[in-house]
């Protein structure tokens, strides 16, 4: 790859630093936060300096509402977060918000595990709020698109499990159908914004994928399952390099989802 190009596909991602949050929900309550979010809080939030990247149901757990934002750096998401949270939106929004909130504190801090390894946000865009473009129902999972995110925690140095990731895993995961939309890691940066935690005294690695349907992601799976160099090669050196088999979380995007 050249400079210009490394400097193009890095230019291009988004974002520095990325928080992955993950909401358990008030049973029955998952659908009404997202009707309040999509609707007041991501211009909101955008409006202030972050980027609101994705905000998704959790396919396997009806209380799990799951999104990311993005931030510049550290420094700016402190001033990001204090003018929203300080803000008028949420101030009239919160408690309408928490009312549907058992935890929201499970939230890793994350950073492309290498540079150009963010969500390539080029051509996203947002489906206006109530618009046609929004998409299949939010429980039709024949016809909506599906993502993963895969979180690993490697028993070594990050830099070193992101080659190997690089090197071993996401070729096959390409050739399977399921090429990496972004590779990111742990950010071990001081919390800026302590209202707020992050979980911490961890090492993540997270991957990304899409798929166009359900069926498409059955198929990357099954292929997969099938594959020799899979079951004997690289999903034994995978392990190995882990302290604790990876979690997968299986995830619908909402009807404004920039990442859909």
């Known amino acids: 790859m050249t400079n210009h190009a490394r400097r193009e596909q890095t230019e291009n991602t988004c974002c520095p630093i990325l928080?992955?949050?993950?909401?358990?929900?008030?049973?029955?309550?998952?659908?009404?936060?997202?009707?309040?979010?999509?609707?007041?809080?991501?211009?909101s939030q955008e409006a202030v300096g972050m980027r609101v990247v994705g905000q998704f149901r959790d396919r396997d757990d009806p209380e799990r509402f799951v999104w990311l934002?993005?931030?510049?750096?550290?420094?700016?998401?402190?001033?990001a977060l204090a003018a929203f949270y300080g803000g008028p939106v949420w101030k009239t929004h919160r408690d309408e918000a928490n009312g549907t909130m058992i935890d929201s504190d499970d939230v890793l801090l994350l950073r492309p595990a290498?540079?150009?390894?963010?969500?390539?946000?080029s051509g996203a865009v947002r489906p206006v709020a109530g618009g046609a473009a929004a998409g299949p129902p939010a429980n039709d999972e024949a016809t909506s698109s599906w993502f993963t995110a895969t979180v690993c925690h490697p028993d070594i140095p990050g830099?070193?499990?992101?080659?190997?990731?690089?090197d071993r895993v996401a070729p096959l995961l390409a050739e399977t159908g399921a090429v990496p939309l972004a590779r990111l890691r742990t950010e071990h940066a001081e919390n800026t914004y302590p209202?707020?935690?992050?979980?911490?005294?961890?090492?993540?690695?997270?991957?990304?994928?899409?798929?166009a349907s359900r069926?498409?992601?059955?198929?990357?799976?099954?292929?997969?399952a099938r594959s020799e160099r899979w079951a004997r090669e690289v999903l034994p050196e995978l392990s190995a390099r882990l302290v604790s088999p990876p979690e997968r979380l299986n995830l619908t995007p909402t009807a404004r989802s920039l990442l859909r």
């Open 19 to 43: 928080e992955l949050r993950r909401y358990t929900l008030r049973p029955g309550r998952r659908d009404d936060l997202i009707t309040l979010f999509d609707r007041e809080f991501v211009e």
């Open 69 to 79: 934002r993005g931030f510049r750096d550290m420094e700016s998401r402190a001033e």
């Open 114 to 121: 290498v540079p150009g390894a963010g969500f390539d946000l």
């Open 159 to 166: 830099d070193e499990f992101a080659r190997f990731f690089d």
């Open 195 to 211: 209202a707020l935690p992050v979980r911490t005294g961890e090492d993540v690695f997270v991957w990304f994928s899409a798929f």
């Open 215 to 224: 069926e498409r992601h059955d198929e990357h799976a099954a292929r997969l």
